[in-house]
């Protein structure tokens, strides 16, 4: 067994990684005083009634209501995301144009600037187009291929495609569109899980874009909903309340991570590249 | 990208190309160059979001040169990444390495490693932080059971930097996915090779793994140093900048000037000094890992 330590090692970093998770959930089931006397996670009794109140809110509305808000911006982004993605990755793995290096460059400059230095003028031009408020400051840019990194991946597996293909479809009579669609699109299908992945995993992390853009409280998505309901019910009493909240606004990012996750996973690393 | 890989199939215009890469162009033009030089312009004029900015040439610039709260949050944003990063990088590396083993169940450990990192700022897992931390939280109850004495994360201004150093550092996983593709890549012959000549996993770990990794090191390097200085959420809703602004970074400070006093010009102005700070620190490194380069051959 030379292989024990390792385990060894590895089993505890894991159990590092993941304790503060279960110890979560498990305090979601805890008095105030079990919260702070025991680091075991496994609670005394579990009473569920926490979660019926915790997806009520302090809002009009409940999590429900916040999630398919969520889900309001998440599908949209998604595909605009993927498609326009695909077609600008394409573009560069597979052609020559004029000034293809500069706007490469671009790409991987723009995946650099911070979103601080151009939200505020973002904010200005939406609320001039008067658009604040709804959700298309958040998904409209996705149409544009605004995450260069997507990109970037993309163009990783697009070169990992061989060239014959293209050309065997292009002697059977394909053009550039349909080789895509028919030969190409096939290949990089783990890509393309990978960037429905991430898009899915971000926009439920996203906070500063809709905490400025949003203001209506009906329109808000789960992040800044379980914002709004963690401030309003105080921490110093029902702490299993807040964390029950929090643990409510953790499940939609684990269970997608846990379905995806073996051709997310081939897609990030054969991709070379994460977030 | 640097030589022409592929020449355009016959018969494929040389504008095929630029029409597949028009919406990058578009977004590029909307969503990019023009809030960029936006915000250069409302920057040089001070504007309070109501009345139409007002011309004030380089006035924000000499306030900042002024401002306390500025210099204050810009030394806590250069502190933090200067801790966060080298830990990050490290941490991340050496996990590679370690995941890199071909065992039984490794994609297990792999998963559970790279988890948290797809929370990011996730209102769940700034909840959990802040619980862990308070001052009987799991983390103080631990340290007492290991006969230390608790810590005041939120009171002393000296620890509550490490509570979002530790988060940061908690999400480690997409950093160490980056190494453990490119371990994956390294030739198993080279480290074959440094045993016949009697080279122990010390050395080829300097001889070997490190040289092999130079460019994701660097890519890695970077792309934390960018998000590090650019960190908003995390402080915001755990520290909310406190105490005595000891997590205010450069982030919260750009969005309170913003939202909080209405001070846009200014803000515009504190938000293109941050753009040059990263595209200074990036600039060094680059710099550096051209000159190591250049010593190599």
Known sequence: MKKLPLYLLLTAGAAVMLYPMLWLIGASFKSNDEIFSSVWFIPHSVDTDVYKNAWRTVTPYNMGHYFMNTLMIIVPRTIFSVTSSVLVAYGFARFDFPLKRLFFALLLGGMAMPTLVTVMPLFLMWSKLGYLDTYIPLTVPYLFAAEGMFVFILIQFFKGVPKEFDEAARIDGCGALRTLLYILIPCIRPAIVSIMVFTFLWTMND??????????????PLSLALRLSVDSTGQDYEQNKVIALSVIGLIPSVTVFAIAQKKFVSGITAGGLTG | MKKRTYCNPVGVSRFTGLLLISPFILGLAAFLVYPFVCSFLLGLTDYDGIRPPEFSGLENYRYMLKDRTFRKALGVTVKYALILVPLKLTVSLLTAMLLNAEIKGIGIFRTAFYIPSILGSNLAVVIMWQYLFTSKGLVNQLLSMAGAPPVSWYGDPDKAVYMIVLLRLWEFGSTMI?????????????YDAAKVDGCGPV?????????????????????QTIAAFQEFNAPYMITGGGPMKSTYTLGMLIYDEMF??????????????????????????????????????
Request: hydrophobic content about 55%; aromatic content about 12%; proline content about 3%.
């Open chain 2, 178 to 190: 980056i190494f453990l593709t490119a371990l994956r890549d390294v030739p198993k012959e080279l």
């Open chain 2, 260 to 297: 909080r006093y209405n001070e846009q010009g200014y803000a515009n102005a504190l938000s293109w000094v941050m753009f040059m700070v990263i595209s200074a620190a990036v600039a060094v490194m680059y710099a550096v890992s051209a000159l190591m380069r250049r010593d190599e051959e």
């Open chain 2, 203 to 223: 050395r080829g770990f300097f001889a070997i793994t490190l040289p092999q990794l130079k460019s994701v090191i660097f890519i890695n390097l970077v792309l």
């Open chain 1, 207 to 220: 906070f500063l874009t809709p905490l400025i853009m949003i203001q209506s409280v009906e329109k808000y």
